[in-house]
């Protein structure tokens, strides 16, 4: 599987990993970011590795969430 950012999943915490797992299993990969009246489908691998800002989210090339998708 592949990062958003380009490169192969990169945990160095085992138990990190396990958990962001376990969470996609039950929610799903995606989850979705508002900021600033806008919304994207941001995977959950993404911000375990790498964290997320609002400010960034526009620069970082995400599907944008339509209004009327949960």
Request: charged share 25%.
């Amino acid at each position: 599987m592949i990062c958003h950012c380009g490169q192969p999943l990169h945990y160095t915490n085992q138990r990190l990993k396990a958990l962001v797992y376990a969470i996609i299993e039950k929610k799903g990969e995606y989850v979705k970011v508002t900021w600033h009246q806008r919304s994207w489908w941001v995977s959950r691998h993404f911000i375990a590795l790498h964290g997320i800002k609002g400010k960034d989210l526009s620069r970082l090339h995400l599907t944008e969430a339509l209004d009327a998708e949960a």
